[in-house]
């Protein structure tokens, strides 16, 4: 069921991942979060194939076409993925913290401190064995999902609620630093780290219609649209008569009187997240 693409010459291999509930993390809040099926990269995504794509590496360690890239920031990652879509005509993404944790954890079958083993030196690149730099891809096991270097080599990023992190651990994290139980704080957009690279993700394709965003309404008047799994609130506005316009300014309207009907307005800007989800 894996998925294989070609761009420019070079190949990749998108690892089918079936669905499934990803439990809330033991004392925290959030809730339990269900995921339909989806893909991910086989492997980070290398210098070869950012390459291939942008057309530039501007990688700290640009010693081998099959490491992965890195010193990328999250704008970069959006550009890339801009451009990688309009070359192969697909959706892919950056996995959400929920599915990088699922896809890391063999679908929540495993109970491994590691994505795929115990032994952190079988599996992973980190700072007990990658002597300060990262290594090519696929040199390590995979997990029981045939997905490499989950774990070490370079974290990877993902989001959360309009919140970025690294997830995985890298060449230089320690033991702890790289178990899958690990707590990450949120990181900003901008940072551009070379412990820092990218594993892409790839939703099924399914048309969006009417029937897609599922509408609730509160008691407070607010509008909650649900698209997939993202949801944002309007806002109830009550309608009225104000005076509008600038006196004396030949740039503006002048003053006038406006009335409007009742309305909703978005509680906060549209977030990447529900761009995403559309776009």
């Given at each position: 069921?894996?998925?294989?693409f ?17 439990p ?9 979060v ?17 390459n ?20 990328i920031?999250?704008?970069e ?10 070359l ?8 959400s ?43 390590k ?37 790289c ?8 990181i ?6 070379s ?72 509680e ?7 761009w995403?989800?559309i776009?």
């Open positions: 069921h894996n998925l294989q070609n761009v420019n010459g070079v190949s990749f291999t998108m690892v089918k991942v079936n669905g499934g509930v990803v809330s993390p033991p004392n925290q809040e959030n809730d339990s269900v995921l339909p099926d989806y893909y991910i990269g086989q492997t980070e995504v290398t210098q070869e194939l950012w291939a794509v942008m057309g530039y590496n501007h990688s700290t360690f640009p010693w081998g076409s099959q490491h992965p890239i890195e010193t920031s999250w704008y990652v959006l550009d890339f993925l801009y451009h990688l879509n309009q192969t005509g697909e959706e892919f993404g950056i996995p913290r929920a599915e990088w944790l699922y896809a890391a954890t063999d679908g929540i079958s495993s109970t491994n401190i590691f994505s795929g083993s115990n032994d952190i030196l079988s599996i992973a690149w980190a700072k007990m064995n990658a002597a300060s730099y990262t290594h090519e891809v696929k040199t096991t995979p997990n029981s999902l045939d997905i490499y270097d989950m774990t070490g080599n370079v974290a990877e990023w993902c989001y959360e609620n309009d919140q970025y992190y690294a997830l995985g651990g890298s060449w230089d994290s320690s033991v702890d630093e178990k899958i139980s690990a707590k990450h704080k949120p900003k957009a901008n940072t551009a780290s412990t820092i690279g990218l594993r892409l993700v790839m939703h099924p394709k399914q048309k969006q219609t009417s029937d897609d965003v599922q509408i609730h309404y509160l008691a407070d008047s607010t509008c909650v649209f649900q698209i997939g799994d993202v949801y944002f609130d309007m806002k109830f506005v009550e309608g009225g008569t104000f005076m509008m316009g600038q006196p004396n300014e030949k740039t503006a309207a002048p003053v006038h009187e406006v009335t409007l009907s009742n309305y909703y307005i978005g906060t800007e549209v977030i990447e997240q529900l995403c989800a776009m």
